[in-house]
Protein backbone atom coordinates (compact mmCIF):
# COMPACT_ATOMS: atom_id res chain seq x y z
CA UNK A 1 0.00 0.00 0.00
CA UNK A 2 2.93 2.43 0.91
CA UNK A 3 4.83 2.29 -2.08
CA UNK A 4 1.29 2.36 -4.75
CA UNK A 5 0.70 5.97 -2.22
CA UNK A 6 4.38 6.96 -2.86
CA UNK A 7 3.97 6.54 -6.64
CA UNK A 8 0.82 8.33 -6.49
CA UNK A 9 2.20 10.76 -4.17
CA UNK A 10 4.68 11.34 -6.72
CA UNK A 11 2.37 11.97 -9.79
CA UNK A 12 0.95 14.93 -7.61
CA UNK A 13 4.63 16.59 -6.62
CA UNK A 14 5.51 16.14 -10.95
CA UNK A 15 2.09 18.10 -11.39
CA UNK A 16 3.06 20.55 -9.17
CA UNK A 17 -0.16 19.79 -7.03
CA UNK A 18 1.95 19.05 -4.13
CA UNK A 19 5.57 20.28 -2.88
CA UNK A 20 7.59 17.68 -1.90
CA UNK A 21 10.88 18.93 0.42
CA UNK A 22 14.02 17.65 -0.71
CA UNK A 23 15.78 17.67 2.40
CA UNK A 24 12.99 15.92 4.70
CA UNK A 25 11.10 14.40 1.83
CA UNK A 26 7.36 15.74 3.39
CA UNK A 27 4.50 16.60 1.35
CA UNK A 28 2.86 19.89 1.72
CA UNK A 29 -0.06 21.42 0.04
CA UNK A 30 0.65 24.85 -1.51
CA UNK A 31 -1.46 27.56 -0.01
CA UNK A 32 -2.77 28.97 -3.60
CA UNK A 33 -3.80 25.21 -4.25
CA UNK A 34 -5.82 24.46 -0.84
CA UNK A 35 -8.80 26.11 -1.72
CA UNK A 36 -9.66 24.57 -5.04
CA UNK A 37 -9.01 20.65 -2.72
CA UNK A 38 -11.87 22.12 -0.62
CA UNK A 39 -14.26 22.01 -3.68
CA UNK A 40 -16.01 18.74 -5.29
CA UNK A 41 -13.41 18.05 -8.08
CA UNK A 42 -13.26 15.00 -10.55
CA UNK A 43 -9.44 13.37 -11.23
CA UNK A 44 -9.29 13.54 -15.00
CA UNK A 45 -9.84 10.16 -16.98
CA UNK A 46 -6.28 8.56 -17.13
CA UNK A 47 -4.79 9.07 -20.52
CA UNK A 48 -2.22 6.88 -22.43
CA UNK A 49 -0.67 7.96 -25.28
CA UNK A 50 0.12 5.45 -28.37
CA UNK A 51 2.03 6.54 -30.99
CA UNK A 52 3.61 3.57 -33.90
CA UNK A 53 6.99 3.88 -32.62
CA UNK A 54 8.49 1.03 -35.79
CA UNK A 55 9.09 3.91 -38.01
CA UNK A 56 11.53 5.75 -35.47
CA UNK A 57 13.40 2.60 -34.89
CA UNK A 58 14.19 1.97 -38.38
CA UNK A 59 15.64 5.41 -38.64
CA UNK A 60 18.30 4.69 -36.28
CA UNK A 61 19.97 1.99 -37.97
CA UNK A 62 22.58 3.05 -41.23
CA UNK A 63 22.38 0.87 -43.88
CA UNK A 64 26.26 0.31 -43.88
CA UNK A 65 25.87 -0.92 -40.40
CA UNK A 66 26.94 -4.33 -38.71
CA UNK A 67 23.56 -5.60 -39.44
CA UNK A 68 23.84 -5.94 -43.42
CA UNK A 69 27.37 -7.77 -43.02
CA UNK A 70 25.01 -10.39 -39.92
CA UNK A 71 24.94 -10.53 -36.67
CA UNK A 72 22.50 -12.12 -33.72
CA UNK A 73 20.28 -10.06 -31.84
CA UNK A 74 17.66 -10.60 -29.02
CA UNK A 75 15.00 -8.10 -28.60
CA UNK A 76 13.77 -9.39 -24.41
CA UNK A 77 10.66 -8.02 -23.90
CA UNK A 78 9.33 -8.28 -27.47
CA UNK A 79 5.70 -8.16 -27.03
CA UNK A 80 4.06 -8.58 -29.97
CA UNK A 81 7.39 -8.53 -32.17
CA UNK A 82 6.83 -5.34 -33.71
CA UNK A 83 10.50 -3.83 -33.82
CA UNK A 84 11.55 -7.49 -33.98
CA UNK A 85 9.73 -8.44 -37.29
CA UNK A 86 10.68 -4.95 -38.81
CA UNK A 87 14.27 -5.49 -37.98
CA UNK A 88 14.52 -9.02 -39.55
CA UNK A 89 12.53 -8.15 -42.77
CA UNK A 90 14.91 -4.89 -43.46
CA UNK A 91 18.00 -7.02 -42.34
CA UNK A 92 17.66 -10.48 -43.95
CA UNK A 93 21.37 -11.25 -43.42
CA UNK A 94 21.26 -10.72 -38.95
CA UNK A 95 19.43 -13.23 -37.12
CA UNK A 96 16.80 -12.39 -34.72
CA UNK A 97 15.35 -13.92 -31.81
CA UNK A 98 12.15 -12.58 -29.63
CA UNK A 99 11.46 -12.71 -25.91
CA UNK A 100 8.40 -12.10 -24.21
CA UNK A 101 6.81 -13.59 -21.12
CA UNK A 102 3.21 -13.03 -22.58
CA UNK A 103 2.14 -16.23 -24.51
CA UNK A 104 -0.63 -14.23 -26.56
CA UNK A 105 2.22 -11.49 -27.74
CA UNK A 106 4.19 -14.60 -28.54
CA UNK A 107 1.41 -15.75 -30.86
CA UNK A 108 0.87 -12.19 -32.24
CA UNK A 109 4.44 -12.18 -33.24
CA UNK A 110 4.71 -15.48 -35.06
CA UNK A 111 1.62 -14.48 -36.70
CA UNK A 112 2.70 -11.48 -37.99
CA UNK A 113 6.49 -13.25 -38.94
CA UNK A 114 4.33 -15.85 -40.81
CA UNK A 115 2.21 -12.82 -42.99
CA UNK A 116 6.21 -11.28 -43.80
CA UNK A 117 7.38 -14.73 -44.95
CA UNK A 118 10.43 -14.27 -42.47
CA UNK A 119 12.71 -17.39 -41.84
CA UNK A 120 14.85 -15.24 -39.87
CA UNK A 121 13.73 -14.56 -36.82
CA UNK A 122 12.41 -16.87 -33.56
CA UNK A 123 10.06 -16.00 -30.75
CA UNK A 124 9.97 -17.72 -27.15
CA UNK A 125 8.06 -17.29 -24.07
CA UNK A 126 10.20 -17.04 -21.37
CA UNK A 127 11.80 -14.76 -18.74
CA UNK A 128 14.09 -12.23 -18.87
CA UNK A 129 14.90 -13.35 -15.19
CA UNK A 130 15.90 -16.61 -16.26
CA UNK A 131 17.23 -16.51 -19.44
CA UNK A 132 18.45 -20.16 -21.27
CA UNK A 133 21.81 -21.57 -20.12
CA UNK A 134 22.62 -22.01 -23.87
CA UNK A 135 22.21 -18.63 -24.73
CA UNK A 136 25.54 -17.54 -22.53
CA UNK A 137 28.18 -15.01 -24.98
CA UNK A 138 25.87 -15.52 -27.67
CA UNK A 139 24.43 -12.32 -28.86
CA UNK A 140 25.79 -9.70 -30.40
CA UNK A 141 23.44 -7.06 -29.56
CA UNK A 142 21.17 -6.97 -26.88
CA UNK A 143 18.04 -4.65 -27.18
CA UNK A 144 15.62 -3.51 -24.29
CA UNK A 145 12.79 -0.76 -25.00
CA UNK A 146 10.89 -0.08 -21.90
CA UNK A 147 10.78 -3.36 -20.13
CA UNK A 148 13.16 -3.25 -17.46
CA UNK A 149 11.04 -0.99 -14.85
CA UNK A 150 8.21 -3.04 -15.24
CA UNK A 151 10.33 -6.53 -14.15
CA UNK A 152 10.22 -7.56 -10.54
CA UNK A 153 13.93 -7.92 -10.52
CA UNK A 154 15.52 -5.80 -13.24
CA UNK A 155 19.02 -6.17 -11.22
CA UNK A 156 18.45 -9.98 -12.20
CA UNK A 157 17.31 -9.58 -15.34
CA UNK A 158 20.36 -6.91 -16.04
CA UNK A 159 23.21 -9.79 -15.36
CA UNK A 160 21.06 -12.16 -17.09
CA UNK A 161 21.46 -9.86 -20.24
CA UNK A 162 25.17 -9.61 -19.17
CA UNK A 163 25.51 -13.38 -19.49
CA UNK A 164 24.33 -13.77 -22.99
CA UNK A 165 26.13 -10.61 -24.52
CA UNK A 166 29.20 -12.06 -26.34
CA UNK A 167 32.51 -10.13 -25.04
CA UNK A 168 32.79 -7.66 -27.91
CA UNK A 169 28.57 -7.27 -27.93
CA UNK A 170 26.82 -4.32 -26.74
CA UNK A 171 23.25 -3.53 -24.71
CA UNK A 172 21.29 -1.14 -26.27
CA UNK A 173 18.47 0.21 -23.68
CA UNK A 174 15.77 2.59 -24.08
CA UNK A 175 13.92 3.59 -20.66
CA UNK A 176 11.62 6.46 -19.41
CA UNK A 177 13.84 9.39 -19.34
CA UNK A 178 12.55 11.32 -16.19
CA UNK A 179 14.97 12.12 -12.79
CA UNK A 180 14.69 9.53 -10.51
CA UNK A 181 13.74 11.86 -7.74
CA UNK A 182 10.23 13.26 -7.90
CA UNK A 183 11.15 16.68 -6.34
CA UNK A 184 13.07 16.97 -9.67
CA UNK A 185 9.92 16.10 -11.97
CA UNK A 186 7.93 18.81 -10.16
CA UNK A 187 6.02 20.45 -12.52
CA UNK A 188 6.94 18.08 -15.67
CA UNK A 189 3.05 17.11 -16.83
CA UNK A 190 5.00 14.56 -19.10
CA UNK A 191 6.20 13.23 -15.88
CA UNK A 192 3.00 13.56 -14.13
CA UNK A 193 1.23 11.21 -16.86
CA UNK A 194 3.75 8.75 -16.83
CA UNK A 195 3.23 8.34 -12.40
CA UNK A 196 -0.49 7.93 -13.17
CA UNK A 197 0.29 4.94 -15.81
CA UNK A 198 2.86 3.57 -13.46
CA UNK A 199 0.10 2.98 -11.02
CA UNK A 200 -1.85 1.29 -12.99
CA UNK A 201 -0.11 -0.70 -15.40
CA UNK A 202 4.19 -0.36 -14.41
CA UNK A 203 4.09 -0.48 -10.94
CA UNK A 204 1.73 -3.22 -10.88
CA UNK A 205 3.72 -5.10 -13.20
CA UNK A 206 6.93 -5.27 -10.97
CA UNK A 207 5.22 -6.28 -7.98
CA UNK A 208 3.68 -9.32 -9.19
CA UNK A 209 6.60 -11.12 -8.37
CA UNK A 210 9.70 -11.10 -5.75
CA UNK A 211 11.59 -9.52 -4.48
CA UNK A 212 9.20 -6.97 -6.15
CA UNK A 213 11.26 -4.03 -6.14
CA UNK A 214 7.99 -1.54 -7.55
CA UNK A 215 10.33 0.66 -8.96
CA UNK A 216 7.51 2.29 -11.14
CA UNK A 217 7.79 3.45 -14.82
CA UNK A 218 10.03 6.79 -13.10
CA UNK A 219 12.34 4.45 -11.88
CA UNK A 220 14.83 7.42 -13.73
CA UNK A 221 17.65 7.25 -15.32
CA UNK A 222 20.02 8.36 -12.20
CA UNK A 223 19.05 5.21 -10.47
CA UNK A 224 19.05 3.32 -14.31
CA UNK A 225 22.76 4.39 -15.14
CA UNK A 226 23.53 3.05 -11.17
CA UNK A 227 21.92 -0.63 -11.55
CA UNK A 228 23.55 -0.85 -15.36
CA UNK A 229 27.12 0.23 -13.98
CA UNK A 230 26.49 -2.49 -11.20
CA UNK A 231 25.07 -5.11 -13.49
CA UNK A 232 29.34 -4.91 -15.00
CA UNK A 233 28.35 -2.72 -17.97
CA UNK A 234 30.02 0.31 -19.22
CA UNK A 235 28.23 3.16 -20.63
CA UNK A 236 29.39 4.95 -24.04
CA UNK A 237 28.23 8.32 -24.41
CA UNK A 238 26.30 10.88 -22.84
CA UNK A 239 24.09 8.12 -20.42
CA UNK A 240 22.20 10.55 -18.90
CA UNK A 241 21.02 12.43 -21.92
CA UNK A 242 16.93 12.14 -22.99
CA UNK A 243 17.20 11.53 -26.33
CA UNK A 244 13.73 10.73 -27.75
CA UNK A 245 11.44 12.90 -26.15
CA UNK A 246 10.38 11.40 -22.77
CA UNK A 247 13.00 8.25 -23.30
CA UNK A 248 16.47 7.66 -22.20
CA UNK A 249 18.73 5.57 -24.14
CA UNK A 250 21.80 3.78 -23.13
CA UNK A 251 24.34 2.31 -25.10
CA UNK A 252 26.48 -0.34 -23.08
CA UNK A 253 29.29 -2.62 -23.29
CA UNK A 254 31.04 -5.29 -21.10
Known amino acids: MARYTKEWLSTMV ?17 EGHKPALLK ?3 YAPMITTLSARADRIKKCFQEDGPFESGIKVVDLGCGPGN ?9 SNSSFVGLDYSEPAIQMANKDKAER ?10 DAHNLPEDWTESFDMVFVYDVLHDLPDPHKALKQINRILKPDGCFSLIEVGFHSDPVDNAGD ?4 MYYSNSTFICLASSMTGEPRVGYGACWGREEIEKA ?3 AGFKISGESSLVV ?11
Open 228 to 230: VLG
Open 14 to 30: AAGILHQDRDSRLYTVP
Open 117 to 126: GLSNVTFHVG
Open 83 to 91: YTNILAQRF
Open 189 to 192: MSAA
Open 40 to 42: DTA
Open 244 to 254: MGTKCFFFCTK
